[in-house]
């Protein structure tokens, strides 16, 4: 057990529905960040939170977006869902605003598979 | 253009030394991470270099020449459990993460 949170761990829906994706950091950390892996792709990030606040945006879609809470878990809402956003989502945690810092990676939770039929 | 290269596919047998090499080009660099992944699971972390040379953790270690945009993984003992696939990942200036798309390593017998 990695100490990040995902829920839920599987995901069936439809084409044009909205799903939220859940995820609790580890214990301390402030930094949340939200990655997509396509099959046989590599991990995409789409966005990072630091301690409540948007810090950095990669290729995130209009149609989905995110936020982190007070309490530091954070949620990414996907909408009007497409087949091609069948994917796992991977959340990850770390102490800090800046990657690397302090020479630790990320920890990584064991994602969200989601399936649009 | 931001882009990281890392060769698809490697094989190496069980005992041996195997380097995975790993080639980048970002706005701004700030380090560079390797991470393991098994199928189905989460990326683990390995190492993080952000001064050129080499680190040495255990049987894993890594190394980063900032002015050649290089970095590699070497993989040394092999062993069956080191089939995975391991991932290169660059800090960019804007300190994004852009991980390439992964060596899948099979350790064979």
């Known amino acids: 057990d990695s100490g990040v949170t995902q829920t839920p761990k599987h995901l069936i829906t439809a084409t044009g529905q909205r799903v939220t994706l859940r995820c609790s950091p580890r214990s301390g950390d402030l930094s949340v960040y939200w990655y997509q892996q396509s099959l046989d792709q590599g991990l995409q990030f789409l966005i990072q939170y630091y301690n409540g606040e948007e810090r950095a945006k990669g290729n995130i879609l209009e149609r989905f977006s995110a936020q982190q809470f007070p309490d530091l878990h954070s949620e990414l809402n996907l909408s009007s869902l497409e087949l091609g956003d069948s994917a796992l989502y991977f959340c990850a945690s770390s102490a800090t605003a800046t990657p690397g810092q302090g020479s630790y990676g990320y920890t990584f939770g064991s994602g969200t598979r989601l399936t649009v039929v | 253009g931001q882009n990281i290269d890392q060769p698809t596919e490697m094989t190496a047998t069980e005992g041996a030394i195997v380097q995975i090499n790993c080639t980048y080009q970002?706005?701004?660099?700030?380090?560079l991470f390797w991470y393991q992944q098994h199928a189905g699971e989460a990326p683990t972390f390995l190492s993080y270099?952000?001064?050129?040379g080499l680190e040495e953790k255990g049987r894993f270690s890594s190394f980063l020449s900032r002015s050649k945009g290089y970095s590699y993984l070497l993989l040394k003992e092999l062993q069956m459990k080191d089939s995975a696939s391991y991932l290169c990942a660059a800090v960019t200036g804007g300190f994004k993460t852009i991980f390439g798309a992964g060596t899948r390593l099979f350790v064979k017998a």
């Open positions: 270099n952000v001064l050129d």
């Open positions: 970002t706005s701004g660099f700030n380090g």
